[in-house]
């Protein structure tokens, strides 16, 4: 790691409610209206470093109602503890400024604690800037590695990724995960694959991450951990040295939506720049308000589906039962919506670079027909049937062979990265949007492609 950095320093913001609020669930320690020690999942602490700087916010408040909904300062981190309770650390702070009167700016952070950085999403960064400027008009001197403006860079965070919130109820405990590699020889060729899961709780264990990597003429897992819907975000954001290196990441969640449905959430045409407006749309819609208006479409016309979802025969991304793809779809879009300055989202976009895909396991399995009765007997048929595909076989070792085995979410995302590796290496996802569809190149820019199940795959005999 260079000097610079080591001296780097990042932003964020919290929000934070103190211990006698009848909100509070956590033992947060306040001195002088601002927090000195908070509690927080240590994947959070394992993100920050000291000297960040964070702007903390109070949320809405009827035990201290002068300061609801603003921010009142921003805190520097000093110190990082260890509890007694496994999974959670101290988090202590020292005031770098307390602002006179708490600012409202008429805007809160969308998430409990999150980064502000450079190449995260622009209103969050927007939001620290104008927080910043402000403790700066009323007379705060940032330190020498405190520059006015935010570092040009994200630093590198480690691998373990935070969970949406500091001071939310922690979820379940998760299933054990194989080791994650973390180095491999230069030159190795790595693709990445998701099992998304749109569950309101987001439970780490819902939501897998691998990678594989081409060993020879077959793919040979390299990475399989369970990451949570938020954890894989921030492993998108601020990947490590191994991810940074993925050539495509296949996502198992609908990229669009039908067209009729696209069209009633713009409410009207399509206009000129296509998909980005339905992603925009998708950031300004909260999840009830999504979920309402799939309802009311569904009501009326059914599950249309989309070009690309008749091709393989998959589900409509209005389908909500077993699988359940309106959260999914909802979560996913903004996600990657968030990601557009990182990465390539076809069909959406020529870029180069790292590509985000939209794949679908469940469209290779049935392709492989794996026979076998029971849950445990067809997941063992599925990791036969990887093995013996005539193109780009997947070798799963122990002890990833475990977890696929005790955990089917585990092994769709070996799936996912497989397609994402056969879209790759066959010239699929660099094919442009009539390429893939001819005469219907228009619809397929506007709702999405599937990609990895262009060619018929079966296993040997």
């Known amino acids: 790691m260079t000097t610079e950095e080591t001296r780097r320093r990042s932003h964020w913001m919290m929000r934070a409610l103190e211990w006698d609020d009848v909100r509070a669930r956590y ?40 300061r609801s909904q603003s921010f009142i300062g921003i805190a520097r981190v000093v110190g990082l503890r260890r509890t007694d309770r496994e999974g959670f650390c101290w988090i202590d702070l020292e005031t770098a400024h307390r602002f006179a009167r708490p600012l409202n700016l008429g805007a809160a952070p969308r998430r409990v604690f999150l980064c502000c950085d450079p190449g995260w999403p622009s209103p969050d960064v ?6 910043r400027d402000a403790a700066v008009q009323e007379g705060w001197e940032p330190g020498p590695d405190e520059p006015r403006a935010p570092a040009p860079t994200v630093p590198s965070r480690p691998r373990e990724a935070a969970p949406e919130a500091a001071g939310e109820a922690p979820a379940r405990k998760p299933a054990p995960a194989a080791p994650a590699v973390t180095a491999l020889p230069p030159g190795t060729r790595l693709f990445g694959g998701v099992d998304y899961s749109g569950d309101m709780r987001d439970p780490r264990d819902g ?33 490590d040295r191994l991810l940074m290196n993925v050539e495509a990441i296949g996502l198992d969640f609908p990229f669009g939506v039908p067209l009729p449905f696209a069209e009633k959430l713009l409410g009207g045409p399509f206009p000129e720049e296509g998909w980005w407006a339905l992603a925009r749309r998708f950031e ?41 793809l309106g959260p999914m779809t909802y979560h996913g879009i903004r996600m990657i919506a968030e990601e557009r300055s990182r ?34 007997s067809r997941t063992g048929a599925i990791i036969d049937a990887l ?38 290496l066959t010239g699929e996802a660099e094919r442009p949007a009539d390429g893939l569809a001819p005469e219907h190149g228009d619809r397929v820019r506007l709702e999405g492609w599937i990609y990895g199940l262009a060619t018929e795959t079966v296993p040997t005999s």
């Open 126 to 131: 927007d939001l620290f800037e104008r927080v």
């Open 387 to 424: 093995a013996r595909l005539d193109h780009l076989p997947v070798v799963i070792d122990e002890p990833f062979l475990k977890t696929c085995h005790g955990k089917r979410d585990a092994l769709d995302a070996v799936i996912a990265a497989r397609l994402a590796a056969a879209a790759v």
């Open 284 to 324: 300004r819609l909260k999840r009830p308000e999504y979920l309402v208006a799939l309802q009311e479409f569904r009501d009326e016309q059914g599950e249309p589906k989309r070009l690309t979802d008749e091709q393989v025969g998959g589900f409509s991304p209005l389908h909500r039962v077993n699988p359940d």
């Open 343 to 376: 990465y390539a989202i076809k069909p959406f976009e020529t870029a180069q670079g790292h590509l985000l895909l939209e794949v679908y396991p469940g469209g290779l399995v049935r392709r492989m027909k794996p026979s076998g009765d029971g849950e445990q």
């Open 207 to 239: 939501t897998w991450l691998a990678l594989l990597r081409i060993d020879g003429e077959s793919l040979r897992v390299a990475r399989l951990e369970a990451t949570g819907r938020h954890g894989l975000s921030a492993h998108l954001r601020d990947p």
């Open 27 to 66: 033992p947060n320690v306040w001195h002088e209206g601002m927090p000195r020690h908070v509690y927080a999942f240590d994947t959070v602490a394992r993100r920050l470093r000291l000297e960040d700087l964070i702007a903390i916010f109070y949320p809405a408040s009827k035990r201290h109602p002068e």
